[in-house]
């Protein structure tokens, strides 16, 4: 692309002006960093003499220590940032931050300590000064004579304030630069577009007029006397042009009769010969093109089985690299969870998108009863859920698998009439695949997908994967299986000593399976997720579990307690704690048993917690547990009334009870069938209670 001239001016221009001015400003710059250094040296060494002057008259004066106080007023000043002396060795000798006199120098500063006065700017803003400071026969008393130089003077300046000067002349020197720049080259492109460009362009148009053989219409440039000599010139020689050609047509049109005769049977002759050699390369050239279009050909033939080649081995290495960084990440994932439920949820969920199926299950073998049971089912609900159980039966392909013990593709389920192509479960399959989940030998159960989201098939790369996911959930689910399991002894266990403890007492008969059902359908209520579900059940249960260190003539007494008795009671939730402590599952089950006996207003026990402090399960056991003490029968009294007791919780709301949950709680109680009968739940039945209103649960709260 051509550059018309005015452009090629102007940045011919701007280059040069650009040039110039950046010279300028960066001599102007580096000259006013060497003042800014000039300046600093100065008052450096005029500072050192006065604060050495000091330090004498000080030192001579027996005042050693107003040394100190000198520097600190010093570096009071905002643009000290540091000053201190500095012996040979690196130790503080004395600075303006007491706190390090007498420590060392850094290991790396000390290696930049000077043996001579010296200046320099160590970083941007910072001027750094030493001077020595040396030994006066008036100070041979108090420091050896043969100690030349006493120390090094070390001063930190900041130089920010003539930075902050220099950085608004730089910004003024470029913004004036600029401003100069854009005003000269605005004139000069004016000047060129008035005086310059608007003659040429309509001397163009001109001469394009005679180019197309227009040689009646003569220019007028005015902009200047050489635009005007120009415009004088062009039409003269526009004149002569014309009179020229005139002649000249005259004499080549007798030219050309006269020739023409003479010249028509040579130039025949010539043309015919000329003829006969093109053609004759021609077909030469027509050789050598379908030589070279089939040799073209072949290449193309050849690269285009490379390019198959390569296109099918980079297709094959995605899908490697594919299947093994879902196979990683499922690793991972499947060995960081030990809940048997999330584990399946989530092979179910991997297996799915990683083979783009539209149906996924884990089905589980009980070999027990002989059949199957379907978890997890993704991608169809069937609303019957009995079908969630189905027997084995040799139309079935988990049941083929299972007793194979190897996994089975079915790319076309038309294809194999030997199974149902509607599953047990309802919905229709097309294609599938089902790989056994083995541990050694036993069989877990299978996983299976069904159907892929784009009505493809499946193929054995596909089967390949899913037998390897399937081995590597094998042993993930094995183990969660087998936590799960370690977890319930430990919870049988310890919920066998809670029921040996309630057995040994009819009044406390029953006790944590019904604080348990209202606890579970309060926290259900207020819509908690299963694993807090979870929690707060296991702290139902096991909330007396501490009961196990109280002495049982204490817990059947029936006189009133004393105050040692009540100190007695008061220590079951923290022999609970300690009991359950070796278990590392149990650590919010811990928690919430040690609160239960907690008040919201922080007057409960053991540790007197306020209800920001408490967790949210240990509220919900708290009035579960009153409720459920309130209408039973004790030793000491006889149950309350459900009238008297809901009063009880709603007066307490907000002092011995979180007041967001009892009202929640007391519209339970008024659901229908949602008490126990009579014979399930003693309590409900008792009329009298004499006690005034808030002192019951009192009484209660204390055991």
């Keep these: 692309m051509r550059v018309s001239l005015k452009i090629k001016i102007l940045t011919l221009v701007t280059a040069i002006l650009v040039i110039v001015i950046s010279t300028v400003a960066y001599h102007n710059y580096r000259q006013q960093k060497e003042m800014l250094h000039e300046i600093a040296n100065r008052n450096t060494s005029v500072l050192i003499e006065t604060i050495k002057s000091s330090v004498a008259n000080a030192m001579l004066s027996g005042r050693s220590d107003e040394v100190a106080n000198i520097f600190a007023r010093i570096k009071s000043r905002e643009f000290v940032k540091s000053i201190r002396i500095v012996d040979a060795e690196g130790k503080i000798l004395n600075s303006a931050d007491r706190d390090e006199i007498g420590k060392q120098v850094p290991e790396q500063g000390r290696s930049k300590l000077p043996n001579r006065n010296l200046s320099l700017l160590p970083e941007e803003g910072v001027f750094l000064s030493y001077a020595r400071i040396f030994n006066a026969p008036q100070c041979y008393k108090c420091h050896p004579a043969r100690n030349e130089t ?24 470029i913004f004036s630069a600029i401003l100069l720049v854009l005003l000269t080259v605005a004139t000069i492109f004016t000047f060129l577009v008035i005086y310059v460009e608007h003659p040429l362009r309509k001397l163009m148009r001109y001469m394009e007029k005679v180019e197309q053989g227009d040689f009646s219409q003569e220019i007028n440039l005015t902009s200047s006397r050489e635009m005007r ?32 005769k003479l010249a028509h049977h040579r130039e025949t002759h010539l043309m015919n010969g000329r003829l006969e050699e093109q053609i004759r ?9 379908e030589e070279r279009i089939e040799e073209i050909e072949e290449a193309n033939y050849k690269i285009a089985d490379l390019a198959g080649e390569l296109e099918d081995k980079n297709t094959n290495l995605e899908k490697a690299v594919a299947k093994l960084s879902t196979l990683y990440r499922l690793g991972l994932a499947i060995n960081s969870i030990i809940e048997v439920e999330d584990l399946y949820r989530l092979v179910v969920k991997t297996t799915m998108d990683t083979l783009q199926a539209q149906v996924g299950y884990v089905v589980l073998y009980d070999a027990g009863h002989g059949e199957l049971r379907v978890t997890n089912l993704v991608g169809y609900r069937d609303p019957n859920p009995q079908h969630l159980r189905v027997p084995m039966k040799p139309s079935s392909v988990s049941s083929w698998v299972i007793q194979n013990s190897k996994p089975l593709l079915i790319a076309d389920i038309a294809q194999t009439p030997e199974f149902d192509r509607v599953s047990p479960l309802g919905f229709e399959r097309k294609t599938l695949i089902c790989a056994p989940l ?3 030998d036993e069989i877990i159960g299978t996983l299976t997908v069904v159907n892929k989201l784009n009505n493809t098939v499946y193929n054995h790369e596909e ?19 087998l936590y799960d399991e370690q977890q319930k002894t430990y919870l049988n266990t310890i919920q066998a000593l809670v029921s040996a403890i309630e057995a040994s007492d009819s009044y406390t008969r029953g006790h944590s399976e019904r604080v348990t059902r209202f606890s579970l359908a309060l926290a259900r209520k207020l819509e908690l997720p299963a694993n807090r579900l979870k929690v707060i059940e296991r702290a ?47 650590h919010d089950v811990r928690l919430c048993i040690g609160q239960h006996h907690e008040r919201y207003d922080g007057k409960g026990y053991p540790n007197r917690l306020t209800g920001q402090e408490l967790l949210l399960e240990s509220r919900i056991l708290a009035i579960a547990d009153s ?16 009238e008297v007791a809901i009063q009880e919780l709603a007066e307490n709301a907000g002092t011995q009870f979180d007041p967001e949950l009892v009202p929640i709680f007391i519209k339970l109680l008024k659901t229908p069938n949602f008490l126990p009968q009579r014979e399930e739940y003693p309590g409900l039945h008792v009329v009298p209670t004499p006690q005034k209103s808030g002192n019951a649960s009192h009484s209660f709260i204390a055991q």
């Design 540 to 586: 139902a249960i096991l909330h007396d579990i501490g009961k196990i260190g109280i002495d049982l003539s204490l817990l059947h007494k029936e006189a009133t307690l004393t105050r040692d008795d009540v100190a007695e009671l008061q220590q079951h939730p923290t022999i609970g704690m300690k009991i359950l402590e070796p278990i590392e599952f149990l």
């Design 627 to 642: 409720f459920d003490a309130m209408t039973s029968d004790r030793p000491y009294r006889k149950a309350l009334k459900l």
């Design 463 to 481: 089967l390949e994967l899913l037998s390897t996911i399937a081995a590597q959930a094998s042993i993930a689910i094995k183990n969660a299986m």
């Design 438 to 440: 083995m541990v050694k």
């Design 150 to 173: 006493l120390g090094l003077l070390e001063i930190k300046l900041s130089l920010g304030y003539m930075n902050g000067f220099i950085s608004r002349e730089r910004e003024i020197a």
């Design 281 to 289: 390369e021609i077909e030469n050239l027509n050789v050598t093109l």
């Design 229 to 260: 000599s120009l415009g004088n010139s062009f039409n003269h020689m526009v004149g002569t042009i014309a009179n020229l050609m005139e002649s000249t047509v005259k004499h080549e049109r007798e030219l050309a009769r006269a020739q023409e």
